[in-house]
């Protein structure tokens, strides 16, 4: 079964500063990889995704997340840090398919990093 | 576009009473899924519908059951909450296209709470 890791629940950098959350995953096939952000008292929002098509992922509001297949990790930074950036983030790793006869997405997701901004 | 619609977005039950949360997409997604967030743990599944009249157990299934009343429209129910039943609930749906998986979309939760 796919598993998610990622360093730290909590992470403070200052505003400008560059933004590093780590995720590290295991999967027993290729992996389709995922970076979601929760602002407080909202729902989750995807930010970026990896489909193997490049290994350099490009998202919203600056992020960005590279593949390394052989470190088993898909960190998501941002070069500068703004105080709107402060958030939940959660890395997720795709289990395919969870059933037959029509198939659903399963993700299975990391603990989650809280960023802070410090201004 | 709404999107993912759930309702409510903030209940308080008493230990023994039973509730129903409700989940509705307008985005003719297939699938659709329940979720639990808890400090800590990240988001855990509880169940899932592939398709219209399929429902199957998460990770955490214990204590809930669901309903896929129609495509758009798939509903937890806690028959007798617990304490331990206080969490952030969300609704979430896809449309699977990719056998190695796709994204999921989210509503904005529910903040339950069991005394």
């Known amino acids: 079964a796919q598993s998610v890791t990622q360093l730290g629940s909590h992470v403070s950098v200052s505003e400008g500063a560059l933004v590093l959350l780590r995720c590290n995953y295991s999967s027993s096939v290729p992996p389709y990889l995922f970076w979601y952000v929760q602002y407080p008292n909202q729902g989750l929002q995807l930010l970026l995704k990896?489909?193997?098509?490049?290994?350099l992922v490009k998202g919203i509001n600056g992020f960005e997340a590279e593949f390394k297949k052989s470190e088993t990790s898909f960190h998501l930074t941002k070069p500068s840090a703004h105080m709107s950036d402060a958030a939940e983030y959660f890395c997720?790793?795709?289990?395919?398919?969870?059933?037959?006869?029509?198939?659903?997405?399963?993700?299975?997701f990391g603990k989650g990093t809280h960023l802070i901004i410090q201004p | 576009n709404a999107g993912v619609t759930q309702t409510p977005k903030f209940q308080v039950l008493k230990t023994g009473q039973s509730m129903t949360l409700q989940c509705a997409q307008d985005?003719?997604?297939?699938?659709m899924y329940w979720y639990r967030q808890d400090p800590g743990m990240g988001l855990r599944l509880i169940y899932y519908?592939?398709?219209?009249?399929?429902?199957d157990k998460g990770e955490v299934p214990n204590g809930y059951n669901v309903s896929r009343l129609n495509k758009r429209e798939f509903s937890l129910r806690l028959e007798s909450a617990a304490p331990s039943q206080t969490s952030v609930y969300f609704c979430?749906?896809?449309?699977?296209?990719?056998?190695?998986?796709?994204?999921?979309?989210f509503g904005e939760g529910s903040r339950l709470t069991v005394l």
């Open positions: 997720a790793v795709s289990d395919g398919v969870l059933s037959s006869g029509g198939g659903a997405d399963g993700l299975t």
């Open positions: 519908s592939a398709s219209e009249g399929t429902t």
């Open positions: 979430a749906s896809s449309f699977p296209r990719d056998p190695q998986g796709g994204e999921l979309f």
């Open positions: 990896y489909t193997s098509a490049a290994t």
């Open positions: 985005m003719n997604h297939n699938s």
